[in-house]
């Protein structure tokens, strides 16, 4: 009758410690991927020196040749530019067209 006990909490014991590694790990494991920006980042740091607090100051035309868009207009960088600023570098697109207040 000991050893049937015995046997009882050893299984009890060896399922407890299942259920336990089983609820340890993440529902929802999602492999960790690089910002879908990271190549507009390193195409941008080949041509600048990027480091916290640099700002630079790019038209249009050049960002579209180190950074293509199917959309050819400066709020098709909204993303990346806000990519930059949580690295605290600022992008500031010209734009050729003269504004007048």
């Not at 999602?30 to 790019?58: A, H, Y």
């Not at 040749?65 to 990519?83: F, M, N, Q, T, V």
Request: glycine residues 2%; aromatic residues 6%.
């Amino acid at each position: 009758m000991d050893y049937l006990f015995q046997m009882l909490v050893v299984y009890a014991a060896d399922d407890v410690n299942q259920t336990t590694v089983k609820t340890s790990e993440p529902k929802n494991k999602k492999p960790i991927v690089g910002s879908k920006f990271s190549d507009d980042i390193k195409n941008l740091r080949e041509r600048f020196t990027m480091n916290p607090g640099t700002e630079i100051i790019i038209t249009l035309q050049e960002l579209l040749k180190i950074c293509p868009r199917e959309r050819k207009r400066s709020d098709a960088y909204r993303g990346l530019i806000e990519e930059l600023k949580r690295q605290k570098i600022t992008l500031t697109i010209q734009s050729r067209k003269n504004r007048t207040p």
